[in-house]
């Protein structure tokens, strides 16, 4: 019996293809608790000397470092692969502009 289904170019296309979207929402995802915790960190009336503004500093910076490592990889992924970053709403030129 003949083997069915997607193979060879075309299979590694559908992967980098289910990949790119997968890559997207969690980079989007990344970028949007970034966002809101910086918001937070910003126009909270709470005195920056308790313990949850604290926090939020220290999640803010380490959400950051996951954001810049992020950027990097998708980055290579698009260099490798046929995942155009000028297509995306997310783009990382605006992402690389935060960190």
Do not use: P, W
């Amino acid at each position: 019996m003949e083997a069915v289904g997607i193979g060879g170019e075309k299979l590694i296309e559908f992967r980098n293809s289910i990949l790119k979207q997968k890559y997207y929402v969690e980079l989007f995802a990344l970028a949007k608790k970034v966002l809101l915790i910086a918001r937070y960190l910003n126009e909270t009336e709470e005195s920056h000397e308790t313990s949850y503004y604290k926090e939020m500093q220290m999640t803010l910076k380490a959400l950051l470092s996951d954001l810049e490592r992020e950027e990097v990889f998708l980055r290579h992924f698009g260099e490798t692969t046929e995942f155009h970053l000028i297509l995306s709403l997310l783009c990382l030129t605006h992402i690389g502009s935060t960190v």
